[in-house]
């Protein structure tokens, strides 16, 4: 069983940075597959991104070049830096940790409660 705990949302304006953290429990957090995802309101959940170590990351295009994913096993969490913030990146966003079951699926099978970013224009 693994818990994911996120936090270092907040209110930023447009064209700045943030930094999200997602603190795992487990003894297997370097096995997963870790991700970021996002939900705008009235909008389907979307992925952001994701990292492993035998794939390495992968981003949504929306996000590519401007945000950044990266682990610390030795701290069990998982990090989203944001750059370049627009007002359509505001969401809540969401930390996960799954399983490759194939080149490009992942099976999400823990997920934390979720942190709001919200970008002012």
């Known amino acids: 069983q693994v818990q994911l705990v996120e936090s270092g949302g907040g209110l930023v304006q447009a064209g700045g940075s943030l930094r999200l953290s997602c603190a795992a429990s487990g003894r297997t957090f370097s096995s997963y597959v870790m991700g970021w995802f996002r939900q705008a309101p009235g909008k389907e959940r979307q992925f952001v991104a994701e990292i492993s170590w035998s794939d390495g990351s992968t981003y949504a295009d929306s996000v590519k070049g401007r945000f950044t994913i990266s682990r610390d096993d030795a701290k069990n969490t998982v990090y989203l830096q944001m750059n370049s913030l627009k007002s359509e990146d505001t969401a809540v966003y969401y930390c996960?940790?799954?399983?490759?079951?194939?080149?490009?699926?992942?099976?999400?099978?823990?997920w934390g409660q979720g942190t709001q970013v919200t970008v002012s224009s």
């Open positions: 996960a940790g799954g399983v490759r079951l194939a080149p490009k699926t992942v099976r999400y099978d823990y």
